[in-house]
């Protein structure tokens, strides 16, 4: 039997609000990549989200370390745009004192 490298597709899929997610799952590329820098094994990461298979984990954790660079400017990318979002909807909606709004409302319903 001969071996015949055939180049692989990453099981990167990137979604209409551009996000990056792996395979044909709801799971990002921010929280692999996470994950794995936060020393989880690959094993580990499928336990977790069970929806991903773990070749696609291992290819793109493969992809990352060999363009690293390319990955990490998207993540920051993502990081500004969540930050973006959070502060219009703090400006929106004001997140101090819900906690006791809630609890007020619940009270006034009664039991």
Partial sequence: MI???TPEVIPLAEDADGVMRIGNTRVTLDTVIA???DGATVEEIVQQYPSLHLADVYSVI???LRH???VE???QQRSA???AV???N???FDPHGVRERLLARCASHGP
């Fill in 3 to 5: 071996l015949s490298p």
């Fill in 35 to 37: 994950a794995f820098s």
């Fill in 62 to 64: 493969g992809y990352y």
């Fill in 68 to 70: 690293t660079a390319e």
């Fill in 73 to 75: 400017a998207y993540l």
């Fill in 81 to 83: 745009q969540r930050d």
């Fill in 86 to 88: 959070r502060q219009q």
């Fill in 90 to 92: 703090e400006a929106r």
